[in-house]
């Protein structure tokens, strides 16, 4: 039987703003679980005013630039993985989920988003791959590279999540030359828009993706 999802659409917001309310329906959690009530899962969608954040395990090198340089707004946070980009044009999704309702633990959670953002991309004839050893969603070109259209980095404690995906719409991508994506030299950064030559309409693109997260999740919104 689906369980419920309670989803929040932000629309654009500044990283620090989206962060205090993930962190707000995080530790709400926490404290219902310690006291042996009931929780909720939550979806955040939103997108980024320009901002960097850095991982728990990432390293301040692969940020090629000063922080003055930058442009942009920059944070370490306390997800895994190493530094990424946020902007406008690229959708951001916070799942607060408590895995004990769902069944299942942090591996296969992470799993089963990458396998929501490749049947949706499907949807937009583009075919996203794992890759081992690299997080996220990749593109595999024909000439032999790799292009990441969707990171994830993700925080989970008692089994409740926070933290979450990004997917690159229409976004800019020369953000992405001041850093060295998510660590990994070598490797490219791509976006929908790129792809197919046309802006991507992003609320149509949520749909997609709520539709597919719910299928792959069984949740009902």
Not at 91 to 99: A, C, E, G, M
């Amino acid at each position: 039987m689906p369980r419920h999802l309670h989803i929040t659409d932000t629309g654009l917001r500044h990283y620090s703003e989206v962060l205090q309310l993930q962190e707000m329906l995080f530790y709400k959690n926490i404290a219902a679980k310690e006291q042996n009530e009931p929780t909720e899962n939550h979806l955040i969608l939103c997108e980024h005013f320009p901002v960097y954040t850095l991982g728990k395990s990432g390293k301040r090198e692969n940020i090629l630039v000063s922080d003055e340089e930058l442009n942009a707004e920059y944070y370490t946070v306390t997800r895994g993985g190493d530094v990424t980009f946020h902007g406008p044009g690229q959708l951001v999704v916070y799942p607060i989920f408590d895995l004990d309702t769902l069944g299942f633990g942090l591996a296969e959670y992470i799993w089963r988003l990458e396998e929501t953002i490749i049947n949706t991309l499907k949807q937009y004839q583009q075919k996203g791959e794992r890759l081992e050893g690299a997080a996220g969603i990749w593109l595999r070109k024909t000439n032999g590279t790799d292009e990441k259209i969707c990171a994830i980095g993700v925080k989970a404690s008692r089994h409740i999540t926070m933290h979450g995906l990004a997917i690159n719409l229409n976004t800019d991508l020369h953000y992405f030359d001041k850093i060295v994506p998510c660590g990994l030299v070598g490797k490219g950064v791509t976006s929908l828009k790129k792809e197919t030559g046309e802006a991507a309409n992003i609320e149509a693109f949520k749909k997609v993706f709520l539709g597919e997260l719910c299928r792959v999740f069984e949740l009902s919104v």
